[in-house]
Structure formats: C-alpha cells, structure tokens
C-alpha cells in the first residue's frame, strides 16, 4: 500500500487558514515592473504614492494591454488572490512610487500552477 503525501499547491487548504508571512517592497516604476513573491500570497496590497494613476495586472502582457486594473493616485488596492508574482506599470509614462504588502502562505511557487493566455485562458493577458 502507497503514501499520498498531500503536496502543498494552491489548493492546500490549511496554508490559507494559518496568518500570513509578511512581504513588503518599495520602489518607482516607469515601465513595467515585476514582483515575485517568494512563496504564493494569500493576499496583497498594492499602494499608490503618487498624483497619477498605477496600473497593476497578473501578466505582463496583461499590464502592457488591457488587461490590468487601476490604483488611483494616492489610494490603494487590497485582493485575496493566490499569486506568484505582480506586475505594475505606469499610465503615463512618469515614475510613479508604490508599495507592495504580502501575506505570504508556506506554498513555495515551484508548485502554482501558471496561468497565461498561451494555456489556453480566456481574459488572461
């Protein structure tokens, strides 16, 4: 008789119900920017240090075309989604400062399933 050792992917229920590891980065962007998270996120905010407008999206190609959602100036954004990384990008051209505040799961991002739009999924940039 085999072990089935459960393995830690996103739909490892108990990495969500313990609190959160804590990630937090800083920087401006011009063009587009990508940040990784070390392990998948149970959540994330995204904060918009700026008068002008930050877009933010799951792909880069996403960021770089239409599909990406806006954190206005000076306001933020909070979403408890499973990710592995983030892309931000300015609307205008000009740098924009933000913050990026995770709270990480233990599900290292070597198990997460990719999700692109050359996998076949609709709406995904």
Known sequence: ????YAVMSEGYVPAYQISAIPFVTSSAVTTVSTIS??????????QNHSSTDLR?????????GTNYFIVHSASDYT???????????SSTGASIPYSVIGGLTSIPTTN????????????VG
């Open 79 to 89: 979403g408890e989604f499973k990710i592995d990384r983030l892309f931000v990008s």
């Open 1 to 4: 008789m085999g072990l089935n």
């Open 56 to 64: 933010v999206g799951f792909t880069e190609l996403g960021v770089k």
């Open 37 to 46: 998270f070390p392990f998948v996120t149970r959540f994330f905010t995204v």
């Open 112 to 123: 997460f399933h990719i999700v692109t739009g050359s996998d076949g999924y609709t709406g």
